[in-house]
């Protein structure tokens, strides 16, 4: 059944995305072609006014197809054929809707959300041995971890487990003062929780009440937060933390959300976490698509201006044909490495 809702949660993402192109487009009036859901044979198909509307056999993919993206028509509604700025608000439109949509999942999780983890030390458990004066109190407001900006109880978590080491850089505000502990050790210990010894670093924080306001601004920072994440990852990827072979496509996605639902306390709460975490992938997809790599949006993008000061520096149109080549190129190294995590994720979900 989780794999089932995990198919089916990829695959709306992949749809608003396109569907952000396809709105954007067609509000600036040009010509969509084609929009399709899902990759491979035709299932089903029906003729717009002007768009083919189809549902393709694969779930893992689609496409908004619209005229003159390779700025070979005529047609004056053609994409090629739009100002700079209306081909920038399409390409970017699809990344904007997978953040929206995001954001909007969120705010959903956390509607009925009655108040969220802060940064302020309440308490520490029995045996805590990282206070005192030259280490944590109560009172202190935790701000920056390793550099990175805290708002929330899950911001302090993440950034303590992210760490390659137990000595991490925490700035903190105590009373008018900010500090910062640097290279400060903390490690999780096992410490007694209502009668039960559990594996924690042993600081408790205070609690926000949940208004409307704090649950929208919640939403926000939760999103930043996803967004952080990539930029995090990236940098794990260049430092070494993390390896090519970590990387997941569409089948380790859909793995992942299958392994969350089944580990779930209930249906109810497997939905959740699965909601969860398809906000976190579709804001990743969003950020991902935006980047300034040929054949994504974001290369697609910065190639608009490329051109633009090529032109007016030389006083030359462009032939488009060389941006083709380029995207072409690099499209083709990006599906060597989607068969690359195809394979790596098939080859990890048999192993487990």
């Known amino acids: 059944m989780y794999i089932v809702i995990a198919i089916i949660a990829f695959g709306i993402l992949i749809v608003v995305h396109e569907l952000g192109h396809f709105t954007a487009a067609k509000l600036l009036g040009v010509r969509v072609n084609e929009f399709a859901i899902g990759m491979g044979p035709k299932l089903l198909k029906k003729q717009g006014k002007e768009t083919l509307y189809t549902l393709r056999a694969l779930p893992f993919g689609g496409f908004c197809a619209m005229e003159g993206e390779d700025g070979d028509s005529a047609d004056e509604r053609s994409f090629a054929a739009q100002k700079r700025w209306r081909r920038i608000v399409i390409l970017a439109a699809g990344g ?3 953040l929206l949509a995001g954001f909007i999942i969120i705010v959903v999780i956390v509607s009925g959300a009655k108040s969220f983890g802060g940064t302020t030390i309440t308490d520490f458990a029995e045996g805590f041995p990282y206070g005192g004066e030259g280490g944590l109190q109560v009172g202190d407001t935790l701000l920056k971890v390793n550099g990175e900006r805290l708002w929330y109880r899950e911001d302090v978590l993440l950034f303590l487990e992210l760490s390659r080491s ?18 400060f050790t903390i490690e999780k210990h096992m410490y007694m929780t209502d009668g039960e010894e559990s594996l924690r670093y042993g600081f408790s924080v205070d609690l926000i009440e949940a208004t409307a ?3 929208l601004k919640y939403s926000f920072y939760t999103a930043m937060n996803y967004i952080r994440l990539v930029r995090v990852s990236i940098a794990q990827l260049i430092n070494g933390a993390a390896g090519i072979r970590d990387l997941s496509g569409p089948v380790g996605i859909v793995d992942a959300m299958n392994d969350i639902g ?5 249906i109810f709460g497997a939905l959740v976490n699965i ?13 991902l698509n ?5 054949a994504l949006d974001g290369g697609r993008i910065v190639f608009i201006f490329i051109t633009w000061i090529i032109e007016k520096t030389t006083r030359k149109k462009l032939n488009p044909k060389y941006e083709g080549y380029i ?14 995590t195809l394979v790596n994720d098939v080859i ?3 192993n487990n």
């Open 348 to 350: 990890r979900i048999v």
């Open 262 to 266: 089944k580990r779930s306390g209930s």
């Open 166 to 183: 137990p000595q991490v850089d925490i700035t903190l505000k105590r009373g008018e003062e900010t500090i910062t502990l640097e290279r």
């Open 213 to 215: 306001l704090e649950k």
């Open 275 to 287: 909601a969860d975490f398809t906000a976190i992938i579709g804001i990743n997809m969003a950020v």
């Open 327 to 340: 995207h072409t190129a690099v499209l083709a190294l990006l599906m060597g490495l989607m068969v690359f």
């Open 96 to 98: 904007l809707a997978n």
């Open 290 to 294: 935006l980047l300034p790599i040929p």
